[in-house]
């Protein structure tokens, strides 16, 4: 039996009322196939609570305006909604100022913003160290950044668990180790990575680390000073928020060494012909008109995740992921893919003689939605040998009762398959 998330200090907390908190979603009352919606592929994205959906739509129809340049009265309305959500941000990730808080389109774009910004100051024969887990996202970008300016790129193995070698990880950093590159909590086999001792060991050869957080900050508390983090990525829509909007977080200092990562308006104090100055931060890497509604709907999108309490959250997803991985256990031809100590609500999978595309088209029949493929994380199915694994995710909003479903819709392929 795993040991899912570690909740030792929230094992007391008072169980969610999930019955109560599903009419939040309105997407979870509907019908698939004539089936209820059993929705299980929140590491994709998750479903969005009314009040997430209103604070958009409250926007659009009430202070629809562009930010920061305007006088009248929307635009100050819409700048001070769209601040307040940034302010949410850094409390929510315990950022030191605000100004250490970037909006961005997502995890993608927060990577790539410091691999082109950050990524100018590297050479040839520097290295940036990732590991075997990470999604495509945190691969690609540093492999464009080695094409450009010569430095090596470094890859720490993970065991036939999912986990990350932790001593073969020690051994790659040296003095040539420039920036490392790590996910908080892996996409496609929900392990969690112990990134404070990942950090510190990283920072004492001299190099800088980012976090890819896409997964982790809808399932973990997350403090950024005391992970002593220098980046920190993550998206809104995997956090009950908006599809558009993510956040990068850096330490002031790094930022301010930065130069802009794309130009425009907002993110310059003057322009001339003989040359430009930059404006203050945030607002230095935050070219033209942003998503206004997207950053409102986020932070809308913390406050409902706030309310809940990540601990009580962090709790009922162990809970889930304990049932799924016993049901697993005993379900014939069924490989669990990824079996780490520590890991988040997500049980990935295959079933023997049974691709993992026809499981996927079967459990939709069955109103199941799951993810099947590489998960963006081809150097993982690689790694155990598989062209693809199902995989399910959990949120707050699922109940034992789904999981059943998930494994009478594996039980229905079986027999088809059988």
Same mark, same amino acid.
Not at 160 to 187: I, W, Y
Not at 208 to 215: F, K, P, Y
Not at 385 to 414: C, M, W
């Given at each position: 039996?795993?040991?899912?998330?570690?909740?030792?200090?929230?094992?007391?907390? /008072?169980?969610?009322?999930?019955?109560?908190?599903?009419?939040?979603?309105?997407?979870?009352?509907?019908?698939?196939?004539?089936?209820?919606?059993?929705?299980?592929?929140?590491?994709?994205?998750?479903?969005?609570?009314?009040?997430?959906?209103?604070?958009?739509?409250?926007?659009?129809?009430?202070?629809?305006?562009?930010?920061?340049?305007?006088?009248?009265?929307?635009?100050?309305?819409?700048?001070?909604?769209?601040?307040?959500?940034?302010?949410?941000?850094?409390?929510?990730?315990?950022?030191?100022?605000?100004?250490?808080?970037?909006?961005?389109?997502?995890?993608?774009?927060?990577?790539?913003?410091?691999?082109?910004?950050?990524?100018?100051?590297?050479?040839?024969?520097?290295?940036?160290?990732?590991?075997?887990?990470?999604?495509?996202?945190?691969?690609?970008?540093?492999?464009?950044?080695?094409?450009?300016?010569?430095?090596?790129?470094?890859?720490?193995?993970?065991?036939?668990?999912?986990?990350?070698?932790?001593?073969?990880?020690?051994?790659?950093? +040296? /003095?040539?180790?420039?920036?490392?590159?790590?996910?908080?909590?892996?996409?496609?086999?929900?392990?969690?990575?112990?990134?404070?001792?990942?950090?510190?060991?990283?920072?004492?050869?001299?190099?800088?680390?980012?976090?890819?957080?896409?997964?982790?900050?809808?399932?973990?508390?997350?403090?950024?000073?005391?992970?002593?983090?220098?980046?920190?990525?993550?998206?809104?829509?995997?956090?009950?928020?908006?599809?558009?909007?993510?956040?990068?977080?850096?330490?002031?200092?790094?930022?301010?060494?930065?130069?802009?990562?794309?130009?425009?308006?907002?993110?310059?104090?003057?322009?001339?012909?003989?040359?430009?100055?930059?404006?203050?931060? /945030?607002?230095?890497?935050?070219?033209?008109?942003?998503?206004?509604?997207?950053?409102?709907?986020?932070?809308?999108?913390?406050?409902?995740?706030?309310?809940?309490?990540?601990?009580?959250?962090?709790?009922?997803?162990?809970?889930?992921?304990?049932?799924?991985?016993?049901?697993?256990?005993?379900?014939?031809?069924?490989?669990?893919?990824?079996?780490?100590?520590?890991?988040?609500?997500?049980?990935?999978?295959?079933?023997?003689?049974?691709?993992?595309?026809?499981? +996927?088209?079967?459990?939709?029949?069955? +109103?199941?939605?799951?993810?099947?493929?590489?998960?963006?994380?081809? /150097?993982?199915?690689?790694?155990?040998?598989?062209?693809?694994?199902?995989?399910?995710?959990?949120?707050?909003?699922?109940?034992?009762?789904?999981?059943?479903?998930?494994?009478?819709?594996?039980?229905?392929?079986?027999?088809?398959?059988?």
């Amino acid at each position: 039996m795993l040991t899912a998330l570690n909740t030792s200090p929230t094992a007391r907390l /008072p169980a969610l009322d999930v019955a109560r908190l599903r009419q939040d979603f309105p997407i979870l009352q509907r019908a698939v196939h004539g089936q209820p919606l059993v929705y299980l592929d929140n590491a994709a994205t998750s479903q969005k609570p009314w009040s997430v959906i209103e604070a958009e739509r409250h926007y659009y129809a009430h202070y629809n305006a562009n930010i920061h340049r305007g006088v009248h009265q929307m635009s100050q309305e819409a700048t001070e909604a769209y601040e307040a959500a940034r302010d949410r941000v850094r409390d929510f990730i315990h950022a030191s100022s605000r100004e250490e808080i970037i909006f961005t389109r997502g995890t993608t774009e927060s990577i790539n913003l410091v691999a082109s910004s950050f990524g100018q100051r590297l050479q040839a024969g520097d290295e940036i160290l990732i590991t075997e887990m990470e999604h495509h996202s945190n691969i690609v970008p540093w492999q464009l950044l080695c094409q450009r300016s010569g430095a090596l790129l470094r890859v720490a193995p993970i065991d036939d668990a999912g986990q990350l070698c932790v001593e073969q990880f020690a051994k790659l950093l +040296g /003095p040539r180790t420039r920036l490392v590159a790590l996910s908080h909590m892996s996409n496609a086999l929900g392990s969690i990575n112990p990134v404070k001792k990942l950090v510190n060991l990283a920072h004492q050869v001299g190099a800088v680390v980012l976090l890819d957080g896409a997964q982790a900050v809808a399932h973990l508390p997350v403090n950024v000073m005391d992970i002593d983090c220098d980046f920190y990525a993550f998206s809104g829509h995997k956090l009950y928020g908006p599809t558009g909007i993510g956040v990068l977080y850096a330490r002031r200092a790094i930022l301010d060494s930065m130069p802009p990562y794309q130009g425009g308006g907002d993110m310059i104090r003057e322009v001339r012909f003989a040359g430009s100055s930059w404006n203050d931060l /945030p607002y230095k890497f935050e070219a033209g008109t942003p998503n206004i509604a997207g950053g409102i709907g986020l932070g809308a999108a913390l406050d409902y995740v706030g309310g809940v309490g990540l601990a009580a959250i962090a709790a009922h997803e162990s809970e889930l992921l304990r049932y799924a991985t016993a049901l697993a256990g005993e379900f014939p031809g069924l490989t669990q893919i990824g079996t780490a100590a520590d890991k988040g609500a997500i049980l990935s999978f295959t079933l023997a003689g049974i691709h993992p595309h026809d499981i +996927g088209t079967i459990l939709d029949s069955c +109103g199941v939605a799951v993810r099947t493929g590489h998960h963006c994380a081809m /150097p993982v199915m690689e790694h155990f040998g598989v062209p693809a694994t199902v995989r399910a995710s959990f949120a707050l909003y699922n109940t034992r009762h789904e999981i059943d479903t998930l494994f009478q819709g594996l039980t229905k392929a079986r027999e088809m398959f059988g």
